[in-house]
């Protein structure tokens, strides 16, 4: 017997039950976030046919501006939570304040949003896959007033709720809410995000790790005995330059992902609020573990800035511990 369509509304509405403190702003703002990335779906879908669509500052067959896929992603994913009432204020990698958002007919709302509406986006012009990362978070300023910093510079262990969308060969929907980990595929001849993936479990290893191997001389001496030992063990490389096709890939093969600081980025590269934290929340969530490489747990991090870069592992349990074991043997740095 075919299983039964469980919708991402359906699904949602149904964990809310199980929460008997909920009052449903949490899932209303989780399915604006669904309608969000259907719109963003569509386009870069159709990002592919760019000389149909024309290039970026051109205007298309309606007359309308061509816009850089990761802009047009922004402003619908701002668009659909200001329209919520359910989001008090956004935290982009695309603007660089944040946006405060007044409350809708009045009514004032619990929550607050850290995203990168299209991470990868450099990759979108060459077909590989790109992905929305999100987090929401309680807002701790006074209710009655705007949003300010400090409900944004909240640490990972905060997070109410994280998820991605990753736009690939189909487009999934992965979020939790504390209470494990779950998929939804869209299915385009019903417009919906169908359960498709029920309490995703991470492997304790995996046979691939994933780094920027063209940085290995810039990394520290522990990161490059790390990864010489990942190739002594014969894992396989596997770097998509994408950061939620590769935190994907490694929910469901087992692996690590590693992103070390390089003399480029001395803090590493990848951003803590809208994307170490929402995609460590996952991993962990998914039995993983969510580190920097100096072994903090990506979680605990205090954020002190809304665009603050760490350096990050995160992965399988068992190979994270390895990671670490490499840094505390190998590290050249005091304490
Ligand atoms: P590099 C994409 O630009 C991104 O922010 C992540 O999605 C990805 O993992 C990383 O940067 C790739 O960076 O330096 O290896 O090209």
New binding site residues.
């Given amino acids: 017997m075919q299983n039964r369509i469980i919708t991402l509304d359906e699904f949602i509405i149904h964990r809310q039950k199980e929460h008997p403190v909920a009052t449903g702003e949490l899932t209303g703002l989780l399915r604006d976030i669904g309608v969000a990335a259907k719109i963003v779906n569509r386009e870069v879908n159709k990002a592919g046919l760019l000389n149909i669509l024309g290039a970026v500052g051109s205007e298309n067959l309606h007359g309308d501006t061509v816009q850089k896929l990761d802009l047009y992603a922004n402003e619908k994913l701002i668009e659909c939570l200001r329209n919520s009432g359910e989001c008090a204020g956004i935290a982009s990698e695309e603007n660089e304040e944040f946006i405060p958002i007044p409350s809708v007919a009045g009514k004032d709302s619990k929550y607050v949003v850290v995203m990168d509406p299209l991470?990868?986006s450099?990759?979108i012009d060459v077909n590989v896959s790109v992905g929305t990362i999100f987090g929401i978070y309680r807002r701790i300023s006074d209710p009655n007033k705007v949003v300010t910093k400090e409900d944004f510079l909240q640490k990972g262990t905060d997070l109410v709720a994280a998820g991605y969308v990753l736009y690939g060969t189909s487009t999934i929907l992965v979020y939790t809410t504390g209470k494990g980990v779950n998929g939804f595929t869209l299915d385009p001849t019903i417009g919906e995000f169908c359960l498709s993936h029920q309490n995703i479990q991470i492997p304790k290893r995996g046979n691939f790790y994933s780094v920027?191997q063209g940085?290995y001389l810039k990394f520290d001496v522990e990161m490059r005995r790390y990864i010489d030992h990942c190739s002594d063990e014969n894992y396989g490389l596997r770097?998509i330059?994408?950061?939620?096709s590769?935190i994907h890939r490694i929910l469901f093969q087992g692996g690590i992902f590693l992103?070390p600081n390089t003399r480029k980025y001395p803090h590493g590269?990848?951003r803590l609020l809208y994307?170490c934290n929402p995609l460590g929340f996952i991993v962990e969530q998914a039995g993983g573990k969510a580190i920097s490489c100096y072994l903090e747990r990506i979680l605990e991090i205090e954020p002190k800035d809304l665009h603050q870069r760490v350096t990050v592992a995160l992965g399988s349990p068992e190979m994270v511990d390895e990671m670490k074991a490499f840094v505390e043997k190998y590290s050249t740095i005091p304490g």
């Fill in positions: 991470d990868g450099s990759n920027n940085y770097y330059g994408s950061m939620v590769d992103y590269k990848l994307e």
